[in-house]
């Protein structure tokens, strides 16, 4: 295995790593019929844990690297082609090279950035040769593997939180008397109708049969995912091209809702002499999302409380054709499908870069990247009808709201580094590497806010006549670093390596902003000794390395050490009007 990564060559080939580092099978992940590829590296490789903390599909699952590792969080800086990005983005069949940097020694050359370990991804590029064009699809059903034998049988229900309310207070959950109960019975086998019955006081009491969960709950999703590629070129010059489509069903089952996801990649390499060689990377990738809420009183959603809770089996789910809400206006909410959040995002990288060899065994890299976001957030709220137990009151809830959220943001990388190899005597063999990294990144984000909307079905803000919300923010940070690495070996049996890295962070004050980020790391292979012959059809490979880094941590705020004014808007009125005043900074 060749680890010669386009972010910073580590090595020349596993074998004499000194550092931590674990690699993938590309195949192992380019097989698996999912969205993204944090989900195919479950189980892949030791040490790099995938944990999904939410029941959302869309929030993406956390990655840490042999384990946590601050009070503060952290996650591994993922560095794709060079230039740190989401995994979430990538398509799974466009990976060449898949490492982990684990330990300090391997990751001190990220400086401040590297604390919670690096992952290091190459995405294909074209290849000398005749033109290859290669087609997949697959088309999966996703299902949850949690347990879901949640009570639906009424009487059974009905006894349970009875029994569980009569030992914490001595009353009835439920209101149901034994020959309710025996009602409640009859229903769950089917051998009467589910019915209501009208009390002397109006309330009602009812006595129905619903499963809750089957019928907020998809059990299976589709998906399907299309890829392409085409590959081929001379010796002169190289082009790769792929895309990918992938489709998939969110979990809702009361309203249908889709999750899209397209990804475009181009590569084109370009021999310009034999001293010089350009090329250039563009990926261009793109979610679009909606998911179906809403309550009472504003969004919720189907993962809020607001949905799933005082979801009674004995309850119905409509009572002719008119939503039941016993509480909060979830399920009445989700049942008129016109609450809704919608999301788009598309993010476009371009890298340029050039490699010259202006001598033998020197080589010298520049790449300049730019990565535009742009994510565009919509929620829409709208009234909804329903019958409010206990009386069956016609009631209208929900809002009248449209907010829209936009986000654009810039960011900057630049690399210039030198690489020299050398071998004397045969048997010695070194390498050095010098370099120079800069990164800026510019971000501002607009929220407007619009009630009062004249058209239900559609969702824009001229359509208001209520002006709530229109603010915005903005941040940027700036990093700059010069690092290098030595590597020594003698015969392939005795490894050194030196890495370090001088970083300078802006999310610091100016006097503490520069940090040092040294490692040293040793190997050797007794299997390679002579002494090692007798046993070698035993244990064929033996190596022992050790190491020490030291890392830094640039996980905290933008403006830590600044002193910031916030803008706020006070909640009562002065003239007619609300106040706009500024608060005071922190000390």
């Known amino acids: 295995y060749h680890q010669d990564l386009h972010s910073f060559p580590t090595r020349r080939s596993s074998d004499l790593l000194t550092g931590a580092v674990g690699q993938i099978n590309t195949s192992d992940i380019s097989t698996r019929p999912v969205p993204d590829i944090v989900n195919s590296l479950q189980g892949l490789i030791p040490g790099l844990n995938i944990q999904q903390n939410s029941g959302d599909p869309r929030n993406a699952p956390e990655i840490n690297i042999r384990g946590f590792n601050s009070i503060n969080g952290g996650s591994p800086l993922v560095l794709i082609d060079g230039i740190e990005g989401d995994l979430n983005r990538l398509n799974p069949s466009d990976i060449e090279n898949f490492s982990i940097l684990k330990d300090a020694a391997s990751a001190s050359i990220y400086g401040a950035r590297g604390a919670f370990g690096v992952i290091l991804i190459t995405t294909k590029r074209g290849t000398a040769g005749k033109t290859s064009v290669d087609y997949s699809n697959n088309i999966g059903w996703t299902t949850p593997t949690t347990r879901t034998d949640y009570i639906s049988d009424p009487y059974l229900y009905a006894k349970t939180i009875d029994d569980a309310i009569f030992g914490y207070n001595g009353t009835s959950y439920s209101g149901y008397d034994e020959d309710d109960y025996e009602i409640a019975r009859k229903v769950a086998n089917g051998e009467i109708e589910p019915y209501k019955e009208l009390l002397p006081n109006g309330n009602y009491k009812f006595f129905d049969k619903t499963n809750w969960y089957d019928y907020l709950f998809r059990k299976w999703q589709p998906s399907i995912n299309h890829n392409i590629s085409i590959s081929g070129?001379?010796?002169?010059?190289?082009?790769?091209?792929?895309?990918?489509?992938?489709?998939?069903?969110?979990?809702?089952?009361?309203?249908?809702?889709?999750?899209?996801?397209?990804?475009?990649?181009?590569?084109?390499?370009?021999?310009?002499?034999?001293?010089?060689?350009?090329?250039?990377?563009?990926?261009?990738?793109?979610?679009?999302d909606i998911i179906y809420g809403?309550?009472?009183?504003?969004?919720?959603?189907?993962?809020?409380?607001?949905?799933?809770?005082?979801?009674?089996?004995?309850?119905?789910?409509?009572?002719?054709?008119?939503?039941?809400?016993?509480?909060?206006?979830?399920?009445?909410?989700?049942?008129?499908?016109?609450?809704?959040?919608?999301?788009?995002?598309?993010?476009?990288?371009?890298?340029?870069?050039?490699?010259?060899?202006?001598?033998?065994?020197?080589?010298?890299?520049?790449?300049?990247?730019?990565?535009?976001?742009?994510?565009?957030?919509?929620?829409?709220?709208?009234?909804?009808?329903?019958?409010?137990?206990?009386?069956?009151?016609?009631?209208?809830?929900?809002?009248?709201?449209?907010?829209?959220?936009?986000?654009?943001?810039?960011?900057?990388?630049?690399?210039?580094?030198?690489?020299?190899?050398?071998?004397?005597?045969?048997?010695?063999?070194?390498?050095?590497?010098?370099?120079?990294?800069?990164?800026?990144?510019?971000?501002?984000?607009?929220?407007?806010?619009?009630?009062?909307l004249l058209i239900p079905a559609l969702e824009n803000l001229s359509l208001g006549t209520n002006i709530l919300r229109a603010t915005g923010s903005a941040s940027l940070w700036a990093l700059r670093g010069y690092f290098g690495r030595f590597n020594y070996d003698y015969k392939n049996k005795y490894l050194l390596e030196f890495n370090a890295r001088y970083d300078g962070s802006s999310r610091f004050p100016e006097n503490s902003r520069w940090g040092f980020f040294p490692s040293v790391s040793l190997g050797w292979y007794p299997s390679r000794e002579n002494f090692w012959t007798p046993i070698a059809d035993i244990i064929n490979t033996l190596k022992l390395r050790a190491s020490y880094g030291k890392l830094g941590n640039q996980t905290v705020g933008l403006y830590t050490f600044s002193q910031t004014l916030g803008i706020s808007q006070s909640t009562w009125l002065a003239n007619s009007a609300k106040l706009t005043y500024a608060t005071v900074p922190d000390p």
């Open 294 to 452: 809403g309550y009472k009183s504003g969004w919720g959603g189907m993962w809020s409380t607001t949905t799933w809770y005082y979801l009674f089996a004995f309850h119905p789910i409509s009572i002719d054709g008119i939503p039941f809400d016993n509480w909060q206006g979830g399920p009445a909410a989700l049942a008129a499908g016109n609450n809704w959040q919608k999301s788009h995002s598309e993010q476009l990288i371009n890298t340029l870069s050039a490699k010259l060899t202006p001598l033998k065994d020197l080589d010298i890299i520049f790449e300049y990247s730019k990565r535009i976001t742009n994510d565009a957030n919509s929620t829409r709220l709208n009234q909804f009808q329903s019958l409010l137990a206990p009386k069956l009151t016609l009631t209208t809830g929900g809002l009248n709201r449209l907010t829209e959220y936009r986000n654009r943001n810039y960011y900057n990388v630049l690399n210039l580094y030198g690489t020299y190899s050398k071998t004397f005597l045969n048997d010695h063999n070194l390498k050095l590497m010098l370099g120079f990294n800069q990164e800026d990144y510019e971000a501002d984000n607009v929220i407007s806010e619009q009630g009062d």
């Open 233 to 288: 070129g001379t010796d002169k010059i190289k082009g790769y091209l792929s895309g990918r489509y992938y489709k998939t069903k969110t979990i809702e089952n009361v309203v249908d809702a889709n999750f899209n996801k397209f990804n475009l990649k181009a590569n084109v390499i370009f021999q310009a002499t034999k001293w010089l060689e350009i090329s250039n990377n563009i990926q261009f990738s793109q979610a679009d």
